[in-house]
């Protein structure tokens, strides 16, 4: 490994955590590019469910293999390879959105290959970030992953909500395919010395091949022996399918009928983002005995916004209670990310990442074809207050959870 220089001197660092603010950017955009530019050519909210929820469904698919290979093969090549693959897919929706008479059937090919390929990039990040930096700086460089993911949710929504209402959805897409070739690029940057593999069996290229299978059920008994671990990542495979798999569908919803259109939701949407780079300063600043207990609390400021937006409040109160939301979820990445890097080993860290991945998303597309369903059988305003009660409950769960409540992350190197 790398020295444990200063973040602010680590090339490498800035690098890696750049081309991550790219990606993530413009996966956050386009879903609500491709939300509009449907509501915008006349189709229902239930086809918006359907269209997102199919483009997430081979990277749910697809995810946990993904993560076998991140800890078999070189994580940096295959970030690099996958973020150009997204490039080329973004371009060619960009192409289709010019058409007048595309059709929900374009947008979902594309997607669901743009998901193939983001299932084999995510299980990479959190191995990277254990092979670029030292164990004393993992908790500062998740902080700045963190930030990372933060200005994504500010900057996506923004660059989606008013791209699709300045210079229309295909231009907007354009943007996005510029985004994903240069993080591409800076991952390409990187230095190979500085971004090196594991010097366990598991990390040769030129190993006998094994079973895949064998490698899954590692992964999974490495997570059930942290009952922390599964218990967050059950909590949040519910919250995806109650909370924000609905919402990606309602919220553009509502803010076209009630609030103003794609603009205003792009602008309610990046408070999250800036409640998130918030959290992640405190996480590099402010180290809780009980880390992930406690920004479980401050995730239950955020219910609130649900509420206000169910009833068509001010979009600037739905963005302050939607702020603290994003604090506390930043907050509880950071530890999330360090507790992963501190309690399993570097050789099977992708793995794990991959069923936390998966246990969080693998419910997402449901939950955006569950938000389009419902509107069929109730108003926008009810599903999301339902959304918000099971919000809370969750949250609850993870308060009362004895596991939680005990984790704790020492600030040396694991045994």
Same mark, same amino acid.
């Given at each position: 490994?790398?020295?444990a220089y200063?973040?602010?001197y680590k ?6 955590i ?11 955009a386009?879903p609500?590019?491709?939300s ?5 050519a ?7 469910g ?7 469904l081979?990277?749910?698919?697809l995810?946990l293999?993904?993560?076998?290979l991140?800890?078999k093969?070189?994580?940096r ?5 996958t ?13 289709v959105l ?19 390929a ?6 990479t990040?959190t191995?990277?970030?254990s092979?670029?930096f030292?164990?004393?700086a993992?908790?500062s460089a ?11 949710n500010?900057?996506?929504p923004i660059?989606?909500?008013v791209g699709?209402?300045?210079i229309?959805?295909?231009?907007a897409m354009?943007i ?13 940057s990187?230095s190979t010395q500085?971004v090196s593999?594991?010097s ?8 006998k091949?094994?079973?895949v299978?064998?490698?899954l059920l590692?992964g999974?008994?490495e ?5 922390w671990?599964?218990?967050v990542?059950a909590?949040y495979t519910?919250?995806h399918?109650?909370?924000f798999?609905?919402?990606l569908?309602l919220g ?6 009630y *609030?103003?259109?794609? &603009?205003i ?5 990046a408070s999250?983002?800036?409640? %998130?780079?918030? !959290? +992640?300063a #405190?996480a ?5 005995t009980?880390p ?5 609390i401050i995730?239950l400021?955020g219910?609130?916004? *649900?509420?206000?937006l &169910?009833?068509?409040?001010a ?7 939607? %702020?603290?939301? !994003? +604090?506390? #979820? ?9 507790a992963?890097?501190h309690y ?13 991945l998966?246990?969080?998303?693998a419910l997402?597309?449901l939950g955006?074809?569950?938000?389009g ?10 599903a999301i207050?339902?959304s ?14 004895r596991a939680v409540f005990?984790l704790?992350?020492?600030n040396?190197s694991?045994?």
């Amino acid at each position: 490994m790398a020295a444990a220089y200063p973040i602010r001197y680590k090339h490498n660092a800035w690098v890696f955590i750049g081309a991550q603010s790219l990606s993530f950017i413009a996966s956050v955009a386009i879903p609500v590019i491709i939300s509009f530019a449907l509501l915008d050519a006349h189709y229902s909210g239930y086809v918006v469910g359907k269209v997102l929820a199919i483009t997430d469904l081979p990277f749910v698919f697809l995810l946990l293999f993904g993560g076998v290979l991140a800890d078999k093969f070189k994580r940096r090549k295959i970030a690099m390879t996958t973020e150009a693959v997204r490039a080329i897919i973004a371009f060619a929706i960009a192409v289709v959105l010019r058409e007048p008479h595309f059709t929900p059937l374009d947008l979902e090919i594309l997607g669901a290959a743009s998901g193939v390929a983001r299932a084999f990039f995510a299980p990479t990040l959190t191995g990277m970030t254990s092979e670029i930096f030292e164990v004393s700086a993992l908790n500062s460089a998740n902080s700045f992953r963190e930030g990372a993911r933060s200005l994504g949710n500010l900057a996506g929504p923004i660059l989606g909500g008013v791209g699709v209402a300045v210079i229309g959805a295909s231009g907007a897409m354009w943007i996005i395919a510029g985004f994903y070739l240069a993080s591409s690029i800076l991952l390409f940057s990187l230095s190979t010395q500085d971004v090196s593999n594991q010097s366990s069996p598991d990390r040769d290229e030129h190993q006998k091949p094994v079973s895949v299978i064998r490698d899954l059920l590692h992964g999974f008994n490495e997570v059930k022996s942290q009952a922390w671990c599964w218990v967050v990542i059950a909590v949040y495979t519910a919250m995806h399918l109650f909370v924000f798999g609905p919402m990606l569908v309602l919220g553009p919803l509502i803010a076209k009928l009630y *609030l103003g259109g794609p &603009a205003i939701w792009g602008m309610i949407l990046a408070s999250d983002g800036i409640g %998130g780079i918030v !959290g +992640a300063a #405190l996480a590099l600043r402010i180290r809780f005995t009980r880390p992930l207990w406690t920004s479980s609390i401050i995730v239950l400021g955020g219910a609130p916004a *649900l509420f206000l937006l &169910a009833n068509h409040y001010a979009p600037y109160l739905i963005a302050i209670s939607l %702020g603290f939301f !994003g +604090a506390g #979820l930043s907050f509880i990445g950071v530890n999330w990310e360090t507790a992963l890097q501190h309690y399993f080993p570097p050789e099977s860290i992708s793995r794990v990442s991959a069923f936390d991945l998966f246990g969080s998303v693998a419910l997402f597309p449901l939950g955006q074809a569950l938000g389009g369903v419902s509107t069929k059988y109730m108003s926008v305003g009810n599903a999301i207050v339902i959304s918000g009660i099971i919000l809370i409950a969750l949250s609850l769960v993870l308060l009362f959870s004895r596991a939680v409540f005990n984790l704790q992350i020492p600030n040396r190197s694991p045994s």
